[in-house]
Nanobody, 116 residues
Framework: QVQLVESGGGLVQPGGSLRLSCAAS????????MKWYRQAPGKEREWVAMISGTGEDRIYLDSLKGRFAISRDNAKNTVFLQMNSLKPEDTAVYYC?????????WGQGTQVTVSG
């Protein structure tokens, strides 16, 4: 079955960086776009970024352009989210997701806390 396991979250000071990873299994990873979302306390889940199966196409939430970068390693079935110049408002649980056979799949999420 489809499994998505995020890792790499933690506590970081404002201006710091984190790199999130999402290990995927149970589907044809290289053929599918992958997405990152986040959900801040008391807010709805928000789409962050998307990368195509080949990695050629990458799309970001406008407000995050220039600070966040999505990438993937198809040999390792892993998608990444590099987050730089982090701000307190980036504090959230970050999820990776895939749409596979007409269904959305989500990981369990990884907590990112930006606080000084």
């Amino acid at each position: 079955q489809v499994q998505l396991v995020e890792s790499g979250g933690g506590l970081v000071q404002p201006g710091g960086s984190l790199r999130l990873s999402c290990a995927a299994s149970g589907f044809a990873f290289e053929r599918n776009s992958m997405k990152w979302y986040r959900q801040a306390p008391g807010k709805e889940r928000e789409w962050v970024a998307m990368i195509s199966g080949t990695g050629e196409d990458r799309i970001y939430l406008d407000s995050l352009k220039g600070r966040f970068a999505i990438s993937r390693d198809n040999a390792k079935n892993t998608v990444f989210l590099q987050m730089n110049s982090l701000k307190p408002e980036d504090t959230a649980v970050y999820y990776c997701a895939v749409y596979w056979r007409q269904q959305d799949y989500w990981g369990q999420g990884t907590q990112v806390t930006v606080s000084g």
